[in-house]
């Protein structure tokens, strides 16, 4: 006897079946129409990126790789993998892509499976410094399975201090340097690091997840032909999906980069995730984005100039990426009170450690802002500057009332409703 399937569940929208959920997302769509998105980490994908991550793909199982899957059925989802792969490498000119990790963290945890054995050495950025997590955090796996020696900034210019870099490679042999973060602002020597590697017959991996859509757009050096491997998330300044690719060049890393992400780390790919990227890396293909990343960098540059007038410290003197990070201990602030009263303005930012911070990781001192979502709404550099000038007004307001900033909070917020109204985003 056959099963009655649920009434409604091939058709009924979630509305209907799940008001809860339906209601959340009503929420949230309101505040990302009504709020202006300056997280460094986060993005707006378009309207195809939306619909193929709520396609039909999310049904479908697969392991393995196109055409040595270990599912049938795989010759639709071999194409649009095969689509991403081909459309990554186009974009970045290199020979090989790995388009399945699932997060940035995910990408560089399976380079690190594939080129180190636990207990050995890596050299990479201090965290506090702007470093990631996945390069060696005490908190991270990466940071409990490997050896981790950490190169920082310099303390008068906020700089990589590249002799350093080298020094410490040539002392300690690491099996890998790791250049990039997620809160170092201005554009890496990608030739010292080359020369860091080299020094100790290590491979160079670039993580270059917060300045992609810059290299995509031709607005920021390319890490290739220095690094070995590059590793990217493809949301942020790439406008996509939340996950992650792998990008190389020597076919000898091709076995050993595929078989980290799976079976290493990974079971089946999110296809409709995978989708996801294949189109968002076909926009960045289109002439028109090498004008969306120019932007980005000229819109940083004009919030990132516009915080120093109103008297900021920004680490490394500004910025050649779409983030900056901002220093509050000279106004007496800290990052996690200022990010919350920056939010109840609608600007929506987030606390972040800064080199030999003091402060506690659940307050931090610093604030780290960026411009990609925001660029991709439609700002330009008039709409940022006077961005740094809400931001200025709130965070001056703060330092003059930190028990109840509501006054400077209530008057920004009106005005940012009012500059989102010109620049809506699906329909709102």
Not at 115 to 120: D, K, L, M, N, S
């Amino acid at each position: 006897m056959s099963l009655t399937v649920h009434p409604g569940y091939f058709d009924a929208p979630v509305a209907q079946t799940d008001p809860l959920i339906a209601e959340a997302i009503a929420h949230e769509l309101q505040r990302q129409q009504e709020v202006i998105e300056l997280i460094a980490s986060e993005n707006i994908v378009s309207r195809a990126v939306l619909e193929v991550q709520g396609s039909i793909l999310t049904n479908k199982t697969v392991e393995g790789y196109p055409g040595k899957r270990y599912h049938a059925g795989a010759a639709h989802v071999d194409a649009v993998e095969r689509a991403a792969i081909e459309r990554a490498c186009q974009l970045f000119g290199c020979r090989f892509a790995n388009v399945q990790p699932h997060s940035g963290s995910q990408a560089n945890h399976a380079v690190l499976h594939a080129v180190a054995q636990p207990g050995e050495t890596i050299l990479a950025m201090d965290l506090n410094a702007g470093g990631h997590l996945s390069h060696g955090a005490a908190a991270n796996f990466s940071g409990r399975w490997f050896q981790v020696v950490n190169y920082g900034v310099q303390p008068d210019t906020g700089l990589i201090d590249y002799d350093q870099v080298i020094d410490l490679a040539r002392r300690h042999r690491p099996k890998l340097v790791i250049a990039g973060g997620s809160a170092y602002a201005r554009a890496l020597d990608f030739e010292a690091f080359r020369r860091a590697a080299d020094a100790a017959g290590a491979r160079l991996l670039v993580d270059m997840a917060h300045f992609a859509g810059l290299v995509a757009g031709g607005a920021h050096a390319d890490p290739f032909p220095h690094a070995d491997i590059v590793t990217t998330t493809t949301y942020k300044s790439l406008r996509g999906p939340r996950g992650a690719i792998v990008l190389w060049n020597d076919e000898a890393l091709t076995k050993p980069i595929n078989n980290a992400v799976f079976p290493g780390l990974q079971g089946t790919p999110f296809l409709h995730i995978v989708a996801g990227k294949a189109v968002a890396l076909g926009e960045a293909l289109r002439p028109e984005f090498k004008a969306h990343a120019a932007a980005v960098l000229a819109n940083a540059r004009a919030l990132a100039a516009r915080l120093q007038q109103h008297g900021y410290h920004l680490l490394g003197g500004g910025t050649d990426t779409p983030l900056m990070l901002v220093d509050l201990r000279p106004q007496g602030l800290t990052g996690a009170p200022a990010a919350h009263s920056l939010e109840r303005a609608g600007l929506i930012s987030n606390a972040n450690p800064i080199p030999s911070d003091t402060a506690d990781l659940k307050v931090m001192s610093g604030l780290r802002f960026g411009v990609s979502g925001s660029t991709t709404r439609g700002f330009g550099t008039a709409e940022f500057e006077q961005v740094g000038d809400w931001v200025a007004q709130v965070l001056a307001g703060l330092a003059a009332n930190p028990q109840d900033n509501t006054a400077a909070e209530a008057a920004v917020a009106e005005q940012v409703r009012a500059m989102t109204r010109r620049f809506p985003i699906y329909g709102g």
